[in-house]
Nanobody
Framework: QVQLVESGGGLVQPGGSLRLSCAHS????????MGWFRQAPGKQREWIAT????????NYADFVKGRFTISRDNAKNTVFLQMNSLKPEDTAVYYC???????????WGQGTQVTVSS
């Protein structure tokens, strides 16, 4: 099974920025469709963004459009989530994932905590 490890979270003030990283231990990184998700306390996990194979296209949830950017560095087997103009409601544990066939993998990592507060 593909192994993913998230990092880069932390405490940031409203309006600030963070860049999250997702290290991939699989075989051919560029062949995987990757995505970012988040889960706030008491809420269900929600989808944020998707990066297609080879980085051909991206898709974003409406609430992050214009603020977040998903990208990848194939040489380092890493997917990034650049987060700008952060809001308190962005506070959550952030996870990355990979498509397993036509569905997202059911194996979730520990995620990385992002806290937006003054």
């Amino acid at each position: 099974q593909v192994q993913l490890v998230e990092s880069g979270g932390g405490l940031v003030q409203p309006g600030g920025s963070l860049r999250l990283s997702c290290a991939h231990s699989g075989s051919i990184f560029d062949m995987y469709v990757m995505g970012w998700f988040r889960q706030a306390p008491g809420k269900q996990r929600e989808w944020i963004a998707t990066l297609t194979r080879g980085g051909g296209s991206t898709n974003y949830a409406d609430f992050v459009k214009g603020r977040f950017t998903i990208s990848r560095d194939n040489a380092k087997n890493t997917v990034f989530l650049q987060m700008n103009s952060l809001k308190p409601e962005d506070t959550a544990v952030y996870y990355c994932n990979v498509l397993d066939g036509t569905r997202w993998s059911s194996s979730w990592g520990q995620g990385t905590q992002v806290t937006v507060s003054s």
